[in-house]
């Protein structure tokens, strides 16, 4: 079966430090992989998704940036954090024709 | 413009009662829509989708939705609320307006919190 792995889980990083987050994925190959992040514990926005390695495209303009080094490994990145970089990060992915998502566990940044 | 709906914010009922959560959706051509729930500080799982045939879809949990393609509605519904369902419930479009299908970008409600009161 295809399990999401995400870490860390909890991050406390101050203003103008890097990150670095880390997803990847078990159990299927060529997924589509997604970087969601989630303000204010609703609504949900579209950061980066990728349809194959090296493949990225930025849904909105920002501070971070993303790669995809490996077939099943997804990285957020920042090169210098801004408090409204503060978030649940998700990561998720999907494969061929059954179109649904299907979401690792998070990251809470907070950003001081 | 594609897009998903989701006019309650909270939805308050009682344990043992009916529930349903709602979801109108715009898209262009025949929508692919899904259901999500997410529980405190966790990822989103995915509950049940729609694609094609019957209008009524089972999914997990005990969970139901209902596509209704003249309301553009597909509501999410359970005959007999628990506290345990107590969640935030997303309602997701597939995008359709991206060349070949090939990216399955979903695009999200705002959410709904249901809170079941025992």
């Known amino acids: 079966s295809q399990t999401i792995h995400q870490w860390p889980a909890t991050l406390v990083q101050p203003v103008g430090s890097p990150l670095s987050l880390e997803c990847t994925v078990e159990g299927t190959s060529n997924p589509n992989l997604y970087w969601y992040r989630q303000a204010a514990g609703r609504g949900l926005q579209l950061l980066f998704y990728?349809?194959?390695?090296?493949?990225i495209s930025s849904e909105v303009p920002q501070n971070l940036s993303a790669s995809r080094p490996q077939d099943r490994q997804f990285i957020l990145s920042s090169k210098k954090l801004l408090l409204s970089d503060s978030g649940f990060y998700l990561c998720?992915?999907?494969?061929?024709?059954?179109?649904?998502?299907?979401f690792g566990p998070g990251t809470r940044l907070t950003v001081t | 413009a594609q897009s998903v709906a989701q006019p309650e914010d909270q939805v308050n009922v009682a344990e043992g009662n009916p529930l349903t959560v709602k979801c109108t959706y715009s898209?262009?051509?025949?929508?692919?829509l899904f259901w999500y729930v997410q529980y405190p500080n966790r990822g989103l799982q995915f509950l049940l989708k729609y694609i094609t045939g019957d209008n009524l879809v089972k999914g997990s949990y005990g969970f139901e939705a209902e596509f209704n393609k003249s309301q553009t509605s597909f509501h999410l519904k359970k005959p007999s609320a628990l506290v345990s369902d107590s969640a935030l419930y997303f309602c997701a479009v597939r995008d359709s307006m991206n060349y070949g299908g090939a990216t399955n970008k979903l695009i999200f409600g705002t959410g709904t919190l249901l809170a079941v009161q025992p």
């Open positions: 898209v262009s051509g025949n929508p692919y």
């Open positions: 998720a992915w999907s494969a061929g024709r059954s179109y649904e998502q299907y």
């Open positions: 990728s349809v194959g390695i090296g493949q």
